[in-house]
C-alpha cells in the first residue's frame, strides 16, 4: 500500500529514528542510494514561494537518480483551475510521486486521498514535517541525543510549531512553546502530543512567558510572526509579538551551550536580533542543509 508524508506522525517515533540514521549516512556519502529512485518522477506542486524545501527536494530527487517537475502557483492553480480530486487523480497517471505546499492542510490531505502515487507535505498552514523531521536530526547531529533535551519554541503557535510539538512528542524531547494567548498551538494537537508524550516520555508544554520557555533550554526556536497568507495581518502581529523576541537578554537564561534554530526565511529585528541569528550559538545554516539529507530519506522509504 502507497504511504504519504502528510502528517508527521505518519511515521511512527521508531520510524523516525530509522530515518535519521539513513539521513546520517545519506549526509556521510551523498552518492549513496544514488540509483534509488532511477526512472522516477516527482511533481512539485508548489501554491506558495520556496527557497529551501523547492531546492533540497530537487537536489536530493537528482542524487538519488530521479527527475522532477516544478508546478508553479502559476500552472496548476489548486483548486481555481481544476479540482484537487482532479489534480490528483491526473498527477497519479504521469509521476511516480507529489511533493506539495498548499494554502490549507486540507488540501493536502486531498491530495493524498484521491492520489495512488505517495504524496508529501512540503508545508501547508497546520503542518511542516519535512521541516520538523530535519530540525530533530539537527538537534540529534548538534547536542548527540533528543531524549533529555528540552526545546523552547518562542513566537507563533504555527505550522512549524505544530509539526515539532508532534515530532518532539513522538521522539521523547521536551518542548516547552511561549505564545501570546491569541497564538497559542491548536489545542487539538497539544492534547494529541499530551497522549504521545505518556508513551515516549516526552512533555510538551504551552504557556505565555518566553522567559519560563527558555530557562535552561538546549533550543531556542524561532519562526516568521507571518507565516505566508498572513501578510494582511503584518502590523498587528508585529504589535502582538513584542514581547516574543530572542535577544540577548533572553538567550541568557537558556542553557550556556544552548543553539539557536530557525526554519528561515528569518527577520532579523523582528522574531530574532542579528546578534542571536548571526552569533555563535545559531545552527541556520546546517540545518538547512539537513533539509536535503532527510528528505532524501524520507523519499527512499516512501518508494520501497
Ligand atoms: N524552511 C522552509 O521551508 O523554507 P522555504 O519556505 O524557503 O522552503
Ligand atoms: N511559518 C512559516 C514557515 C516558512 C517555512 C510560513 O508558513 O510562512
Redesign the pocket.
Known amino acids: 500500500m502507497k504511504r504519504n508524508f502528510v502528517n508527521i506522525e505518519d511515521f511512527s517515533g521508531e520510524e523516525i529514528l530509522q530515518l535519521l540514521e539513513l539521513a546520517k549516512k545519506l549526509k556521510a556519502n551523498r552518492k549513496l542510494h544514488s540509483q534509488a529512485l532511477e526512472g522516477k518522477t516527482f511533481a512539485l506542486l508548489f501554491t506558495?514561494?520556496?527557497?529551501?524545501?523547492?531546492?533540497?527536494f530537487e537536489v536530493g530527487i537528482h542524487q538519488l537518480g530521479g527527475n522532477c517537475i516544478y508546478l508553479s502557483p502559476r500552472e496548476i492553480q489548486l483548486g481555481e483551475r481544476e479540482s484537487v480530486s482532479d489534480v490528483a487523480g491526473t498527477l497519479s497517471r504521469f509521476v511516480d510521486g507529489i511533493v506539495a505546499?498548499t494554502d490549507t492542510h486540507k488540501d493536502v490531505e486531498d491530495l493524498a486521498r484521491f492520489s495512488s502515487v505517495p504524496v508529501i507535505n512540503?508545508?501547508s498552514d497546520e503542518q511542516?514535517p519535512?521541516?520538523a523531521l530535519a530540525d530533530l536530526f539537527s538537534i540529534k547531529e548538534k547536542l548527540g541525543k533528543l531524549k533529555g533535551i528540552t526545546l523552547a519554541f518562542v513566537g507563533d503557535g504555527n505550522n512549524?510549531c505544530h509539526s515539532l510539538m508532534l515530532g518532539s512528542a513522538l521522539v521523547g524531547l521536551q518542548m516547552r512553546i511561549a505564545t501570546p494567548k491569541a497564538y497559542a498551538p491548536d489545542p487539538s494537537i497539544l492534547k494529541k502530543c499530551q497522549q504521545l508524550g505518556q508513551r515516549s516520555g516526552a512533555e510538551i508544554a504551552w504557556m505565555e512567558s518566553p522567559a519560563e520557555a527558555v530557562k535552561d533550554a538546549h533550543v531556542i526556536y524561532a519562526d516568521t510572526f507571518v507565516s505566508?497568507g498572513q501578510e494582511a495581518e503584518m502590523k498587528k502581529r508585529l504589535k502582538d509579538f513584542k514581547k516574543f523576541q530572542i535577544n540577548s537578554g533572553l538567550a541568557k537564561l537558556a542553557d550556556k551551550n544552548f543553539i539557536f534554530m530557525h526554519?528561515?526565511?528569518a527577520h532579523r529585528g523582528q522574531e530574532v536580533t542579528e546578534k542571536i541569528i548571526d552569533g555563535k550559538h545559531s545552527i541556520i545554516f546546517d540545518q538547512?542543509e539537513n533539509?536535503l539529507h532527510v528528505q532524501k530519506a524520507i523519499l527512499i522509504r516512501l518508494m520501497q
Open positions: 506558495k514561494p520556496s527557497n529551501r524545501t523547492r531546492v533540497s505546499r512540503g508545508l511542516h519535512c521541516q512549524v505566508m526554519c528561515l526565511p538547512a533539509r
